[in-house]
């Protein structure tokens, strides 16, 4: 019985691809028709993605039961030595993923019937999220780097697709185009790394990997800078799809795709993939110290970044996304400290409440778009919002308990995995802990300031207006809205916000420092996780002095919020007036945005237009040139041939003539 | 006093004194390996009795006679391939493996031209009966010029091919055009056929009088003259006499003048089989007669590839009638090919080879196009083509093939001609040849997609009168399905030889690397 559903396992990514073609076949040849089908394309791939789901579930339930891996191979290139296999492996960790892959897509999808009821692109949306879906499960499933490489360039391709969804719209085309540009630089490097260890290794898969370098650093045959070289090279991949610094800047602009697409693939599932490729080279890296520390220092600065520009974004999605990045700083961090675990335990917790949140914020953009009109400038602006508690109870109390679990409140689950996080990062090195610590209070701050901006006080709407900090946002002064009153969304956008409330409360309780049953799972020998070195036994003192402290830091983020947020919302931002060289630095995303504008953007597309340039003139009038001098020769030589038998006999006897002489003098 | 050769000897003694003596001495004469000669002679009788007997009457089927005559050359030239390599009539006559293969193209060529021409003759109002005699007769000048390995018999070969192709030059006696092309191609024959007389008797003389060519060559090294003027001489007379062959800049002059007025299928013959006999001629004659002045002969032979490369490639561009672009293309063709000849490798042998056969086809296919559009629209003018595609499409997609296989489009065969000889020469280090062949490719590719282009892209208002005027599509008068069949037999070839070149490519290289003459070089090649 068991051996059969792992040999069924290749189905898990198959069906959701077997969906997308479908119905990307049925809209490239019939697009009219399958267009018009509509719900017959959503409970086509929900129903497939169903199936996924109980496999993957059933997968994940006999790796609990102590299963061993299973790995299944297929030779998918042979040229001379060289030897490229393909095919999927099942372990803990990817099993773990492709439960958490699979709920949330199924969920998400769920969720997009109703968001997206009233679009043209309804049934190719589900086509992109099916295609998505496949794409995440293979890379999941890949047993080796190439492969790995090759989901990788393809969740990228759909997460371009879904982002500029909206392809009349401008900002969505731009956004999509520097996710593109952005994603590739990282690609580079990872595509870099991987040659690099398979130059070093001649390996490609993981543990293949990580036991050459071991042998080669050993002996002393590979030189350890250079191997931390390729070890950061590989790294690049993840701090582009993960949205860490420097690379960061494609997440927030990504929020003009769709805010399902944002759940699922922008907040818990893609991004997620760079922290999952860093627990896969685990057992690469924990022979590479050096690259270990960028990793965590990367991470840590990233979580300190997002958390201050989360702190004054109005745009609620836009503050979301920069509370994603934070929170992926979070798990980088973990990974950089060299316990994957408490990574991953901050990824699947994270995987739900963001996903909540970012439905959440949907449902809110929803209900506000019946009011402001679709206009998402207007409809996602915190400071249009307020008092919706009133009207959209469900979207609320799901909100303030994805709010509650991002904050680290116990027993919420991120209260678990964040605390887990920061007590390894203490062991490794206080500095890290103190950087994740100041996060948690400003993470607590900037949640709750969100919540009360949207959901406390009174509603604003329009006759409030946007504009009280910056003045051309008043441009937007028509209005034409259809209610004077944001509604409750249908049940299917509030049905995946309230099952998702589950885990998101509940999920946090399997990793219990003092009885972790999910660092146990995934340290168990086998996995690939095994590395991780033994935690020192629980200490009650020292979890409450831990816990207490962070959770001290989040009250008073959470108080401070109340306090500046708590009244009647008046369009001015306390800590504008108080702080505002600060203020302005945060709302602007510290420059960087205009400084890649200034340092990279602006001098690149100077040496291309200068290139273009010399092709235009120079290359172009060379080959202009030649083609004219050929033409003219040609003009010329033609009238040699004058017609006369006489001048062709005196050409054959000067030919004989010369070539005697020239072969004669030769 | 020079000593007369053997066979020469026989002659002119007194009569045999017994019949056992004629026998074994026609025995030692060797006949069978000219098997596929004598065939085609048989063949080329029977035509022409068959043609006198019964008068037109009998051209409905001796095309047939005469494609079967040929075809049977071809299949006993196959047997001949497995029979051990053989010396005919003492010497003079060689059936080794590269002119097995040289003499299959030439009657290959024979035979296609023959089935192109059948309507093209009934439609001018032409005996057919005489005009297949004079090409079978062509042929078999060609076959035996790619075999003949003595002077005399060279010579008559060339004489017999040349005087019959100036016959079918002017094979169209009340158009005044050809009758041009026919004359001015006499005159300039005959000027060729003089130098390159003068170059073989200046080798006998100096060879103290061999006509075998292995025996000059001994003559000449033993007498330690293979590098002096004489001999210089005489080598550059006998390669004026062959480019004239080849239509190789600067002897040139005559081909676009000869093609644009003699009848579309016997340029079609000239362009390849003459060609062919030609290359077979040049290859035999300099390896065996001057292994002393390799480097001379070499260094002329890349000075006229270089030249038709050149020369022929540019001014093809500015051609406004398609059968004096092919002339030009034909003659840039033959540069490519020179390059084989030019490094003198192996390699470079069996790529001519290779390439020989797809120009075969590639251009018959061609020639086969422009025979069908000039039936039916009257013109070879390149302007009356533009919009072909609307209403002749087997037309569209035959010339269309055959031009860019001619510019060396993959995965056409024609590139994979041009690829395995710029390859021989790239490996010989003759990185001159290779560039300019590459650029003026390059060069070929725009006129030839200029054709295309008129033919397929133009929309239908800039239809031409020709086009606008075409008759309707019928194939069922006499001589068409023939046309029809050459056509695609021909398109078919283009298009997948390549691919399949493999087999093609073995046979080339099996047939240097057994030939006898070919071994010095062969060892050169191989140290």
């Keep these: 019985m068991e051996q059969a559903l792992y040999q069924y396992a290749w189905l898990v990514p198959v069906l959701p691809l077997l969906g997308a073609t479908l119905v990307g076949t049925g809209l490239i040849t019939f697009g009219e028709w399958t267009s018009r089908l509509r719900r017959g394309n959503a409970v086509l791939i929900l129903l497939l993605m169903g199936v996924s789901l109980t496999l993957s579930v059933a997968l994940f339930w006999s790796q609990v039961l102590g299963h061993d891996p299973y790995t299944w191979n297929f030779t998918w290139a042979v040229a001379g030595p060289f030897h490229l296999e393909m095919g999927l492996v099942v372990d803990r960790l990817s099993s773990l993923m492709l439960v958490i892959v699979t709920t949330v897509a199924l969920l998400v999808m769920i969720y997009s019937d109703g968001y997206m009821a009233h679009d043209r692109g309804y049934s190719r949306f589900f086509a992109y999220l099916s295609l998505f879906s496949a794409s995440m499960l293979g890379l999941v499933l890949s047993p080796n780097l190439v492969q790995v490489y090759v989901f990788w360039e393809l969740v990228g391709m759909c997460s371009y697709l879904l982002i500029g969804f909206w392809y009349d719209r401008v900002a969505a085309r731009e956004a999509a185009q520097k996710a ?115 990793v965590a220092w990367t991470g840590a600065f990233t979580a300190f970044l997002g958390a201050t520009i989360a702190l004054t974004q109005n745009d609620i999605k836009k503050g979301l996304a920069y509370s994603t990045i934070s929170q992926l700083g979070y798990m980088v961090m973990a990974m950089g400290v060299a316990v994957p675990a408490a990574g991953m335990f901050h990824l699947m917790t994270h995987a739900y409440f963001k996903a909540m949140l970012f439905l959440g914020s949907g449902s809110v953009i929803h209900g506000m778009e019946a009011v402001v009109g679709h206009d998402p400038i207007k409809a996602q602006d915190m400071r249009n919002m307020g008092g919706l508690r009133k009207y959209m109870p469900i979207t609320a109390a799901t909100f303030l308990i994805g709010t509650l679990a991002i904050c680290g409140i116990p027993p919420f689950a991120g209260f678990w995995s964040k605390d887990e996080i920061l007590h390894v990062a203490f062991e490794a090195n206080w500095g890290l802990w103190l950087v994740g610590w100041l996060t948690a209070g400003m993470t607590a701050f900037y949640m709750f300031r969100m919540y009360l901006l949207t959901f406390g006080g009174e509603f604003r709407g329009l006759a409030f207006g946007p504009g009280a900090m910056q003045v051309e946002e008043l441009a937007h002064t028509e209005t034409h809205g259809h209610a004077s009153e944001p509604h409750e969304s249908p049940l299917t956008m509030t049905l995946p916000l309230v099952i998702l409330a589950v ?164 | 006093m020079p000593q007369l050769p053997n066979w020469i000897n026989l002659v002119e003694k007194e009569p045999p004194e017994d019949l056992a003596m004629d026998v074994v001495s026609l025995a030692a004469l060797n006949t069978g390996t000219i098997v596929p000669e004598l065939l085609v002679i ?23 006679l005469a494609v079967v005559g040929l075809i049977g050359a071809v299949v006993s030239l196959g047997f001949q391939w497995n029979m051990p390599v053989a010396e005919g009539f003492l010497g003079s006559f060689q059936a080794d493996h590269l002119g097995i293969l040289f003499r299959g193209l030439v009657a290959l060529a024979g035979a296609l031209s023959i089935l192109m021409a059948i309507r093209y003759v009934n439609e001018a109002g032409s005996a057919l009966g005489e005009y297949m005699t004079i090409l079978l007769v062509a042929t078999v000048g060609g076959m035996f010029l790619a075999g003949s390995d003595e002077m005399v018999m060279v010579f008559v070969a060339l004489e017999t091919l040349g005087l019959a192709s ?71 007379f006998v390669i004026a006499g062959i480019a004239f062959k080849l239509s190789a800049v600067p002897f040139h002059q005559w081909t676009p003048d000869v093609y644009e007025g003699s009848p579309t299928p016997v340029v079609a013959f000239l362009s390849v089989g003459s060609k062919a006999a030609g290359f077979a001629l040049a290859i035999r004659l300099l390896v065996t007669v001057f292994p ?53 490798t192996p390699e470079g042998y069996a790529s001519i080879l290779f390439y020989a056969f797809i120009y075969l086809f590639t251009n018959l296919g061609a020639f086969a196009c422009v025979i069908l559009f000039s039936l039916r629209a009257g013109t070879d003018e390149i302007n009356e083509y533009a919009g072909l595609y609307q209403k002749d499409p087997l037309l569209t997609l035959g010339l269309s093939l055959c031009l860019l296989s001619l510019g060396g489009i993959p995965p056409l065969s024609g590139f994979f001609g041009k690829l395995y000889i710029f390859w021989a020469g790239w490996q010989a280090g003759a990185y001159t040849l290779v560039l300019v062949g590459l650029v003026t490719s390059v060069i070929s590719i725009y006129y030839y997609i200029r054709v295309v282009r008129m033919i397929v892209v133009k929309e239908p208002q800039e239809m031409s009168l020709a086009v606008q005027n075409y008759p309707a599509l019928t194939w069922d008068m006499a001589g068409l399905p023939e046309l029809r069949a050459t056509l695609i037999a021909c398109v078919v070839v283009t298009a997948v030889a390549g691919l399949l070149a493999n087999p093609l490519l073995t046979l080339a290289n099996n047939a240097v690397t057994s030939t006898p003459f070919l071994q010095p070089q062969i060892q050169v090649a191989q140290k």
Excluded: C
């Excluded at chain 1, 050459?212 to 950061?232: K, N």
């Excluded at chain 1, 168990?524 to 409450?544: I, K, R, T």
């Excluded at chain 2, 009788?45 to 001796?62: E, F, H, I, K, P």
């Design chain 1, 180 to 294: 593109f540009v952005v994603n590739r630089v990282g690609d580079f490097g990872l595509l870099l790394g991987i040659l690099g260890f398979y130059w070093a290794t001649g390996q490609l898969e993981f543990t293949g990997i990580a036991d050459r370098v071991a042998e080669l650093l050993a002996a002393g045959a590979l030189p350890m800078w250079v191997a931390t070289g390729f070890g950061i090279l590989v790294f690049l991949g993840p701090v582009a799809k993960s949205a860490q610094v420097p690379l960061h800047v494609w997440l927030p602009d990504a929020m003009e795709g769709p805010t399902p697409i944002s759940a699922l693939i922008h907040a818990a599932t893609m991004v997620a993939a760079g922290v999952f490729l860093l627990a896969r080279m685990m057992p690469v890296y924990e022979h590479l110290p050096v690259t270990l520390q960028v």
């Design chain 2, 292 to 344: 002393g002045a390799t480097e001379q002969w070499q260094f002329v032979f890349e000075s006229l590839a270089i030249l038709s490369m050149v020369l022929g490639n540019v001014v093809a561009l500015t051609q406004t009638s398609l059968k004096r672009l092919l002339a030009y293309s034909s003659i840039g063709q033959a540069g490519f090919l020179m390059i084989g000849l030019a490094i003198g």
């Design chain 2, 42 to 64: 048989g063949t080329l009788l029977l035509v022409l009795l068959a043609d006198l007997l019964s008068g037109r009457q009998a051209s409905r089927w001796t095309p047939y």
């Design chain 2, 166 to 236: 100036y016959l079918l030059a002017g094979y169209m006696k009340r158009d005044v055009r050809s009758n041009e092309a026919a004359l001015k191609y006499l005159l300039i024959g005959a000027t060729s056929s003089a130098i390159f007389l003068y170059g073989l008797s200046l080798l006998y003389g100096l060879s103290g009088g061999e006509t075998r060519l292995s025996a000059i060559a001994q003559q000449l090294a033993r007498q330690d003259i293979s590098q002096s003027l004489g001999v210089l001489m005489a080598l550059v």
């Design chain 1, 503 to 666: 885990p998101s409360v509940l999920v946090g309780l399997v990793g219990l420092p003092f009885a972790n049953y999910f660092e146990h799972f995934l340290e168990e020998p086998g996995s690939a996780l095994q590395v991780v070195p033994e935690l020192a036994g629980f200490d009650w003192g020292e979890f409450l002095l831990m816990a207490g402290s962070s959770v001290g830091i989040g009250l008073i983020g959470i108080t401070l919020a109340f306090v500046s947020y708590g009244g009647k919302f008046t369009g001015v931002e306390p800590l504008a007036e108080r702080f505002p060289t600060l203020y302005e630095f945060s709302l602007n995303k510290w420059y960087l945005d205009e400084l890649y504008e200034r340092w990279f953007a602006l001098p690149l597309r100077r040496l291309a237009r200068q290139a273009l340039e010399t092709d235009y003139r120079i290359i172009d009038g060379l080959v202009n040139l030649t083609g004219l001098v050929t033409l003219v020769t040609g003009e010329v030589l033609k009238y040699l041939n004058n017609g006369r038998v006489q001048t062709y006999a005196l050409v054959i006897l000067v030919a004989v003539l010369g070539l005697v002489l020239v072969s004669g003098l030769s």
